[in-house]
């Protein structure tokens, strides 16, 4: 037994050997009819490729889409009305309801193809917003994945902020439909009469807020000019041991920039549906969005090889049937 292995061994090395020999050979004989087929074809080859390529270039600068994203904050507790808005509007665009979405204001409806809203994920200005979120956040994802959490529709809602992204075929401006969307979403008049509401309790809060720094303030002055005054040495016993000056301090500083936080909410509370930001037209090369021009000739070479052999193919077995 011993004997033979040396001798299976080569058997083996030379059976690789001659097999990789004939794929080599094999190799070089498809790459010698490619050339030949090349060369027997260039004249349509050529004219497939300058086609494809004509066409590619016409599609491109012709056939574009665009990206378009607005960044909203839906204010007093509106997050689900402006979902269902939306999610009506991508239902009129997919049914091409141009009379509908002419109707809101919209100009050239044909144009958009899509429009979709998600949240801004930002888990830690939901955290910072109220200790209540946050333990709810935490007892939430002891029995789940806290990304998900995160991430879910009914928890990103909660998120302040969030961003409308559309898809058009053609170029659009602010006028002719960023203004006349945010238009329709601002058209509630449910959420006008909160509006309404809303703003006067923060002037009231703001004229509160107001009145009470400017008591502290009196206070202040006084116990200044107690202090500095010529009855320091009797007053400044009686103010150490029965006021405490510091935390009256901490609440003028609380209040002042409560007040801070108060005029940002008013500035914000000026609509339903506030745009923050907005950016349009970004030209979307996703896919095949501006290669059609590299793809289109390889593709119409392809189609031609295939042809060419399945005619070729076809002859052979018809010939051999014969």
């Not at 994203?69 to 091409?96: H, R, T």
């Amino acid at each position: 037994m011993s004997t033979n292995t040396p001798q299976n061994q080569e058997v083996d090395l030379s059976m690789v050997s001659k097999g990789i020999g004939n794929f080599v050979q094999y190799i070089k004989s498809v790459i010698f009819h490619a050339i030949q087929f090349v060369i027997k074809h260039i004249v349509v080859i050529g004219i497939l490729f300058v086609v494809g390529v004509g066409l590619g270039l016409y599609l491109d600068k012709t056939q574009k889409t665009y990206d378009h994203q607005i960044i909203v904050q839906p204010n007093f507790g509106s997050v689900d009305y402006l979902y269902a808005k939306i999610d009506l509007l991508e239902s009129k665009i997919l049914e091409q309801d141009t009379v509908f979405l002419e109707k809101i204001g919209l100009h050239d409806p044909s144009a958009f193809s899509r429009i979709d809203i998600k949240p801004i994920v930002d888990v830690y200005r939901f955290i910072n917003t109220s200790e209540q979120n946050f333990e709810l956040l935490k007892l939430m994802s002891e029995d789940s994945d806290i990304k998900k959490i995160v991430e879910e529709r009914a928890t990103s809602k909660n998120y302040p902020y969030h961003v409308i992204s559309l898809k058009s075929k053609a170029r659009i401006s602010h006028k002719n439909f960023i203004e006349p969307l945010m238009a329709y979403l601002n058209n509630s008049a449910h959420y006008t009469i909160m509006q309404k509401e809303y703003l006067n309790n923060l002037r009231i809060k703001v004229k509160s807020n107001e009145l009470t720094i400017a008591q502290i303030d009196g206070f202040l002055n006084t116990f200044s000019g107690t202090v500095n005054g010529p009855s320091k040495s009797d007053k400044l016993v009686y103010y150490n041991e029965n006021t405490q000056l510091n935390d009256v301090i901490q609440t003028k500083d609380k209040l002042i920039k409560e007040q801070g936080n108060l005029r940002l909410e008013l500035v914000n509370a000026d609509k339903i549906v506030k745009e923050n930001s907005s950016t349009i037209n970004i030209e979307n090369t996703q896919s095949i969005n501006g290669k059609l021009k590299l793809i289109l000739p390889m593709l119409l070479i392809f189609f031609y090889l295939c042809i060419h052999y399945f005619a070729r193919f076809y002859k052979t077995q018809k010939a051999r049937l014969q």
